[in-house]
C-alpha cells in the first residue's frame, strides 16, 4: 500500500460524523463483503471428519472445512440438539455455535441444563449481556449523539458485573447526581 501525504487526506476521508444507524448498516457490509471475499477463497470445498459424542446417540460427520459450525452438525442430527445447544466444545476447547470447523475433530454440546453449567454460564451469559449492552447503548440514544462502541471487557464474573465500553460524544454533558439516578 502506498503512503499518502497528509495534504492529501482530505480528498479520500468525509469529515462528516456517520449517525449510528448508518455505522450499523457499514459494519453489516462490512461483515457482508469480508464474508464473500473468504468463500471466494475455496475453489474447491474440502471436508472434516466431525466425531461427535453424546446424546442422542454417537455418531461421525463428514462436513464442509471452514463453513460448517457446530450448528450445523447439531442440525444434523435433531432440531432439538440444535435449538439447545449454547455452546460446543471441540478437541477439548470452547467452540462458538457459528464458528466454521477447520479440521477434523471430537465434538460435544454444552446446555444450560448440564450437570455443572459454570463453564456455559461463565462464558456464553456473561459475554452475552455485555453485547446486549452494546447494542441497547449504540440505539438508546438519539441520533445527534454518536456512540463510538470500544471494546468489551473480559466479565468479572465473581462480582456479578459485565460491561461495554463507549466512547460517548457529548461534549457539554456532565453527570449530575439526578441523571445518574433516573
Not at 88 to 105: I, S
Not at 123 to 147: D, N, P, Q
Request: proline letters at 5%; a negative charge; hydrophobic letters at 35%.
Amino acid at each position: 500500500m502506498k503512503f499518502q501525504c497528509p495534504a492529501c487526506h482530505e480528498r479520500f476521508f468525509s469529515t462528516r460524523k456517520l449517525s449510528n444507524a448508518e455505522v450499523r448498516r457499514k459494519r453489516n457490509d462490512l461483515f457482508e463483503a469480508e464474508k464473500q471475499r473468504q468463500l471466494s477463497l475455496y475453489e474447491r470445498i474440502e471436508k472434516v471428519e466431525v466425531q461427535y459424542t453424546g446424546l442422542p446417540e454417537s455418531c461421525t460427520l463428514i462436513m464442509n472445512k471452514g463453513i460448517s459450525t457446530p450448528y450445523n452438525c447439531a442440525m444434523h442430527m435433531t432440531e432439538h440438539i440444535g435449538n439447545q445447544a449454547v455452546l460446543a466444545l471441540v478437541n477439548g476447547k470452547l467452540w462458538d455455535m457459528h464458528r466454521p470447523l477447520m479440521e477434523d475433530c471430537q465434538l460435544s454440546f454444552l446446555h444450560f441444563r448440564d450437570e455443572d453449567p459454570r463453564m456455559v454460564n461463565k462464558v456464553s451469559i456473561w459475554r452475552s449481556c455485555s453485547m446486549i449492552l452494546g447494542g441497547v447503548l449504540e440505539t438508546a440514544f438519539k441520533e445527534e449523539f454518536y456512540i463510538q462502541l470500544c471494546s468489551f471487557p473480559k466479565p468479572d464474573v465473581r462480582s456479578g458485573s459485565f460491561v461495554y465500553d463507549v466512547d460517548l460524544d457529548m461534549p457539554d454533558w456532565s453527570p449530575s447526581s439526578v441523571s445518574i439516578y433516573n
